[in-house]
């Protein structure tokens, strides 16, 4: 058994942990579902607004959550700037601009794939408004999940529909402004069924190469087979350097953006272990580790609450990886010392590390318990009253 809370490790760990930050999704803050039911909850967002003061109060109980990302037309505004300038008030900025591509009749054969040139002039329009608002809103990050794809073999010719899409996406990326970034979104199923034109990593990597530097992968952590080996795709990504984001969530079947951790917080833990081994969790790392969750039965204040505090139990475990005897371990064939050196780590209970990381940060040392003894999941209930709460589509 290594040991892995020496002091030295330790006090990396904590100064790693204090420069952590997580993205927060504005669309977690308002009523979500499925085919089957979206439900309303009291208290929820009715406006972008309403979803930034939701994700500030995240921050302000984890100390870890200072950026929003925003999706288009879901949170449009008559004024960005305002939005922007209400964000700052509270203490967090605008992130990432999210297109949709999703709920378009236009879009039924495809958008930036279709091969009628004027849809796809409209899907790309869609990315210059995106990119207008990114520039009201001081945001550096386009995220594009390219929804595309077909349903039955020969619906339409699949080299084709790469084609249009490389095109199309070079229209878009040549907006981009210095400094600004395009971030795309591979899924491997739905909403079609049986082609998606950007199924997995390789299909967005080969795109992201053909467009240049300012565009690299994101990698939603629910957008993979059953059984695919995620910590190995964090790991190619992040030696050609083109992991950009994360959506972190869980699923135990389909694309269930459940709270991360929840599912699989071994599988969260060996990701977690890439990005610490890789060195990608420098701020400056270019890798923006972002939520994508919808809490559909839950309350979304302290779901995201929660979701913020699994990311930070997971890295925290990754910090304290022993890595001198992991590598020993490995360079020797020692598989079980190897491995035991992860496991002992995923079972070490971090938590009173992470307590004294808010401690030292001003905060409560359960953010969760704090937030429910605060009494503002009660008030907004009783506040927010009349008016249309968001939905997720709405
Ligand atoms: C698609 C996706 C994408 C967002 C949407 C809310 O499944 O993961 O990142 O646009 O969820
Ligand atoms: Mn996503």
Same mark, same amino acid.
């Given at each position: 058994? &290594? !040991?892995?809370? &020496?002091?030295?490790?330790?006090?990396?760990?904590?100064?790693?942990?204090? @420069?952590?930050?997580?993205?927060? #999704?504005?669309?977690?803050?308002?009523?979500?579902?499925?085919?089957?039911?979206?439900?309303?909850?009291?208290?929820?967002?009715?406006?972008p607004?309403? *979803?930034?003061?939701?994700?500030?109060?995240?921050?302000?109980?984890?100390?870890?959550?200072?950026?929003v990302?925003?999706?288009?037309?879901?949170?449009?505004? @008559?004024?960005?700037? *305002?939005?922007?300038?209400?964000?700052?008030?509270?203490?967090?900025?605008?992130?990432?601009?999210?297109?949709?591509?999703?709920?378009?009749?236009?879009?039924?054969?495809?958008?930036?794939?279709?091969?009628?040139?004027?849809?796809?002039? *409209?899907?790309?329009?869609?990315? &210059?408004?995106?990119? @207008?608002?990114?520039?009201a809103?001081?945001?550096?990050?386009?995220?594009?999940?390219?929804? !595309?794809?077909? +349903?039955?073999?020969?619906?339409?010719?699949?080299?084709?529909?790469?084609?249009r899409?490389?095109?199309?996406?070079q229209?878009?990326?040549?907006?981009?402004?210095?400094?600004?970034?395009?971030?795309l979104?591979?899924?491997?199923?739905?909403?079609?069924?049986?082609?998606? !034109?950007?199924?997995?990593?390789?299909?967005?990597?080969?795109?992201?190469?053909?467009?240049?530097?300012?565009?690299?992968?994101?990698?939603?952590?629910?957008?993979?087979?059953?059984?695919?080996?995620?910590?190995?795709?964090?790991?190619?990504?992040?030696?050609?350097?083109?992991?950009?984001?994360?959506?972190?969530?869980?699923?135990?079947?389909?694309?269930?953006d459940?709270?991360?951790?929840?599912?699989?917080?071994?599988?969260?833990?060996?990701?977690?272990?890439?990005?610490?081994?890789? !060195?990608?969790l420098?701020?400056?790392s270019?890798?923006n580790?972002?939520?994508?969750?919808?809490?559909?039965?839950e309350?979304?204040? #302290?779901?995201?609450?929660?979701?913020?505090? +699994?990311?930070?139990?997971? &890295?925290a475990?990754?910090l304290?990886?022993?890595?001198?005897?992991?590598?020993?371990?490995?360079?020797?064939? @020692?598989?079980?010392?190897?491995?035991?050196?992860?496991?002992?780590?995923?079972?070490?209970?971090?938590?009173?590390?992470?307590?004294?990381?808010?401690?030292?940060?001003g905060?409560?040392?359960?953010?969760?318990?704090?937030y429910?003894?605060?009494?503002?999941?009660?008030?907004?209930?009783r506040?927010?009253?009349?008016?249309?709460?968001?939905?997720?589509?709405?």
């Amino acid at each position: 058994m &290594t !040991d892995p809370g &020496t002091p030295d490790r330790r006090a990396r760990a904590l100064a790693a942990l204090a @420069d952590q930050t997580i993205e927060l #999704p504005s669309w977690a803050f308002g009523n979500s579902g499925t085919r089957f039911k979206v439900f309303g909850q009291p208290g929820v967002a009715r406006d972008p607004f309403e *979803k930034i003061e939701d994700a500030a109060v995240v921050h302000r109980f984890t100390g870890a959550a200072p950026r929003v990302s925003l999706h288009v037309p879901w949170d449009l505004v @008559d004024d960005f700037g *305002k939005l922007a300038a209400h964000a700052a008030d509270l203490g967090v900025s605008i992130g990432a601009i999210n297109s949709n591509l999703f709920q378009d009749d236009d879009y039924r054969l495809g958008s930036l794939t279709h091969p009628d040139e004027a849809v796809r002039r *409209k899907a790309i329009a869609h990315h &210059t408004q995106c990119i @207008d608002v990114m520039r009201a809103t001081g945001s550096t990050d386009l995220k594009l999940w390219l929804p !595309d794809g077909t +349903n039955y073999a020969g619906q339409d010719d699949l080299r084709g529909r790469q084609d249009r899409l490389a095109d199309s996406l070079q229209q878009v990326y040549a907006q981009l402004d210095p400094g600004m970034r395009l971030l795309l979104e591979y899924k491997f199923y739905e909403p079609y069924f049986y082609a998606m !034109d950007i199924p997995d990593w390789g299909t967005s990597l080969l795109h992201c190469l053909a467009l240049g530097e300012q565009a690299t992968v994101v990698l939603d952590t629910g957008h993979h087979a059953p059984g695919t080996n995620i910590e190995f795709i964090v790991m190619q990504l992040l030696r050609v350097g083109r992991l950009g984001a994360f959506d972190f969530n869980s699923r135990y079947y389909g694309d269930d953006d459940l709270i991360v951790g929840s599912a699989d917080p071994f599988q969260l833990f060996r990701i977690m272990n890439e990005i610490v081994a890789a !060195d990608a969790l420098r701020p400056d790392s270019g890798v923006n580790f972002m939520l994508d969750q919808c809490h559909n039965i839950e309350p979304k204040i #302290p779901g995201q609450i929660r979701s913020v505090m +699994n990311v930070q139990e997971a &890295t925290a475990k990754a910090l304290l990886v022993d890595r001198e005897a992991l590598a020993a371990a490995q360079a020797s064939g @020692d598989v079980l010392g190897a491995h035991g050196a992860l496991t002992d780590a995923f079972g070490t209970d971090v938590r009173p590390l992470l307590a004294e990381l808010r401690e030292s940060q001003g905060l409560d040392l359960d953010p969760y318990a704090a937030y429910a003894r605060s009494g503002h999941q009660e008030r907004i209930a009783r506040e927010r009253v009349g008016g249309t709460q968001a939905s997720w589509g709405a």
